[in-house]
Nanobody, 118 residues
Framework: QVQLVESGGGLVQPGGSLRLSCAASGSIFSLSAMSWYRQAPEKQRELVAHITTGGSTDYADSVRGRFTISRNNDENTVYLQMNSVQPEDTAVYYC????????????WGQGTQVTVSS
């Protein structure tokens, strides 16, 4: 069974930076695409950033150029570097693992709160 544990959330001022981490247990991390999603109050969960097993990345238009997703397969960890954060980035951020080779498996983390406020 895979567990995803996010960390690094907190309170940050507008224009500041934060780095989120998502550590995965188990042995399928390198076989899985990893994504960061976020959900603001009273809004739908939305995709923020995605990284494939090969390291290709994609971003939501709202964060492109400010956020960077990366992964370390040796540490079973995916990161989200958040720069120039704005109040509209306030949300609970979730990590998602999608294993598509062989049988499809999807896992979610429990989420970490990011609050951007002065």
């Amino acid at each position: 069974q895979v567990q995803l544990v996010e960390s690094g959330g907190g309170l940050v001022q507008p224009g500041g930076s934060l780095r989120l981490s998502c550590a995965a247990s188990g042995s399928i991390f390198s076989l899985s695409a990893m994504s960061w999603y976020r959900q603001a109050p009273e809004k739908q969960r939305e995709l923020v950033a995605h990284i494939t097993t090969g390291g290709s990345t994609d971003y939501a238009d709202s964060v492109r150029g400010r956020f960077t997703i990366s992964r370390n397969n040796d540490e079973n960890t995916v990161y989200l570097q958040m720069n120039s954060v704005q109040p509209e980035d306030t949300a609970v951020y979730y990590c998602k693992m999608t294993k598509t080779t062989g049988d499809l498996q999807i896992y979610w983390g429990q989420g970490t709160q990011v609050t951007v406020s002065s």
